[in-house]
């Protein structure tokens, strides 16, 4: 039985195959010789621009305010909120806003000697007959740093669902926050404070925002500083009375306070 011949040269083997094989040959040929043009990289936020617009398109509105907006008859989310329009669905926001998101640091993570490490997620505990049911919660925050600011808290048996939640939440309360100067510019200028001092309340925590000038920073805790960097806020002064610790209550007296913004000063 005569041994079957071993086709050494690479030219030989492209010969005796079909066309089909030669063009992904050449394919291969150029890949490995670097002539293959893989397209760019594309970065994390384009992603996520290009999956908003995707859900965007694709989104059936349910409500007669989301089909206005769907077709373009409303274009300014300022005069939904002056009417008091409510907002039931998040594309509503989504389109006529650019959003950015955080998360506030509401949870404890568990370790030794107690834990103490803030994190993103509250976890609790149902006793039931079946066991113990556990459940996340998850507060996010949204805003496009020039006058527009959501809070939303969200309740999951997971921690994905339940940050979902939230940020769809955020977007539902979605509130307009009046900005102004610490003293008398030119209008040419973007607004950097508070307009003037305003208190929020929410159980036992109470804080204050008072104007600053230009370069002070915000002086406030580090999760009102998200709230205050998404509504577009970069110096102010505050102070704050009760259980501040508790940072449900507090993101939600900072909420209290910037929507006091709206009313005129008496």
Known sequence: MAEKESIHN??????????????IAQVVEEEITGKFERPPRRSRE????ESRKNALAAWVPK???GRMVKSKELTSIDIILKDHKKILEAEITDSLLKLDTDLLLVGQAKGKFGGGKR???????????EGNVVTF???AVVGDKRGHVGLGLGEAQETLPARAKAIRKAK???????RGWESQEEDKTDPHTVPFIIEGKCGSVRIKFIPAPRGTGLVVGDECKKILRLAGIRDVYSKTFGQTRTTLNLAQACM??????NKMKL
């Open 63 to 65: 409500t007669s305010l």
């Open 119 to 129: 994190r993103a997620w509250r976890q609790t505990q149902k006793k039931t007959m």
């Open 256 to 261: 209290d306070a910037l929507n006091k913004t």
């Open 137 to 139: 919660s998850c507060m």
């Open 172 to 178: 539902l309360n979605i509130i307009k926050v009046t």
């Open 10 to 23: 690479p030219k030989d083997l492209i010969d005796a195959v079909p066309e089909e094989v030669e063009k």
């Open 46 to 49: 384009e992603e996520a621009e």
